[in-house]
């Protein structure tokens, strides 16, 4: 997706978590805890992978995807296909999705990634471009988050 930014990768954190349970210093059970609602929301809302469960090797995983923001207002918090973020990212300026892998069959659940969705960036990559631009013409370095008319004390 053109706007995802600020990413942040669990990779690592799964991998230790998971030679900690195949080694038994933390057990199947308390890893093994996807809420009912979790599993719903991978069942309905959820993308198959073709990774399979790390754990039992049963069944694929699923990742379901969370949407946060200010701008949501009742739909905060709410799993969303994958293929519904881009246009949300288009008509929102910004929120928060992260992404949760899930196994159906032994409840195996772990954030595997989270980022920043929408119209934000497309501005602020749009801003940096021209005022990059304009600061190098003028021979001045552009100033960022107010206005000469604010400096002025005027609005």
Known sequence: MRTQRQVVDYSLQKRALLRDVHNGKVGTLEVCDASPYLKNAARFHGEPTDDRCPVCRRDNLTLVHYIYG??????????????????LA??????????????QSCAWNHLIEQYLLGRDALNTDELDQDGAVAASASGRHRETGSSSHRREGRQ
């Open 70 to 87: 200010d701008e949501l207002k009742q739909s905060a918090g709410q799993a969303r296909k994958l293929a519904e973020l881009p246009v």
């Open 90 to 103: 288009m008509t929102l300026s910004e929120f928060q999705v992260f992404v949760v892998e899930v196994c």
